[in-house]
């Protein structure tokens, strides 16, 4: 872990700061496709995105099977498009990017952070029953539940994360997977690019502005530039198509 977390430190200090961004201030150009990728051969669903110091791209498909065991494939793209290489394994510069693009404070401003929260409830097909210590309680029906509903009741555990009073990720009865829906500028720009209900794609600053990125949908692991300047996202385009799109990032 410590050699990761200096490779990332070197990562960001290689690339020329940006400085603290103000959402509604900038430019951004329309989503323009780089490179279509046929997942027809690849296994599980896309889980990781990372932009390289040369442009480049690498990308993960992961499969877990019913006994939590991963099988993933590993794929290189050029900054030209060329078509998506296989390769073996993660590269060093992409566990390094990955490292910050998907923290829980923003790189550079320790200040900004997510607020975490986990609850948990027992729900039936009525309602929400909850235990508070004093018995179960139904909070969608009036009146005491019925002793069949309690019987029947199931732990639904849902974890939220928010910045700013803004919800970026809701996970029921799953783990929060850091960086699928999200994704940081580098330090110390203090800008997250986060996927919201409606799969688009939405900035959010330090001051709490938002700004809905126009054209942009379907979104997946949205992921910056390390110089700041741009934004990249898959795109998916049918059951087994997706598209790497970019978007020019202007101050």
């Not at 872990?1 to 960001?12: H, P, R, S």
């Not at 729900?123 to 539940?145: C, F, I, L, Y």
């Not at 900035?203 to 809905?212: H, T």
Request: proline fraction near 8%; glycine fraction near 8%; aromatic fraction near 8%.
């Amino acid at each position: 872990m410590l050699t990761v977390f200096i490779v990332a430190w070197l990562a960001q200090a290689v690339s020329p700061p940006s400085p603290a961004a103000d959402v509604k201030a900038l430019a951004l150009s329309a989503p323009k496709p780089l490179v279509e990728i046929d997942a027809g051969k690849l296994k599980g669903d896309p889980a990781r995105l990372a932009w390289g110091a040369q442009q480049e791209f690498y990308l993960r498909w992961t499969e877990t099977d019913r006994f939590g065991n991963e099988r993933s494939s590993h794929l290189l793209v050029a900054p030209d498009g060329t078509a998506p290489a296989p390769t073996d394994g993660q590269p060093s510069w992409a566990a390094a990017y990955w490292f910050w693009k998907s923290a829980s404070v923003a790189p550079g401003v320790p200040e900004l952070k997510f607020d975490l929260e986990t609850r948990q409830q027992m729900k039936t097909s009525t309602g929400t029953v909850r235990d508070d210590g004093e018995g179960m309680h139904n909070t969608a029906a009036k009146g005491p539940p019925e002793l069949s509903d309690a019987n029947q009741a199931q732990k639904v555990t849902t974890a939220t994360i928010k910045l700013k009073g803004q919800l970026i990720v809701e996970s029921v009865n799953k783990p929060v997977v850091p960086g699928l829906t999200f994704g940081w500028a580098p330090s110390p720009m203090g800008v997250l690019a986060f996927v919201d209900d409606k799969k688009r794609l939405v900035l959010i600053d330090r001051a709490g502005r938002k700004l809905e990125v126009p054209g942009a949908t379907d979104v997946l692991l949205p992921a910056w530039s390390p110089d700041g300047t741009r934004i990249a996202y898959l795109q998916k385009k049918g059951k087994k198509a997706y598209t790497l799109n970019v978007i020019e990032v202007g101050r």
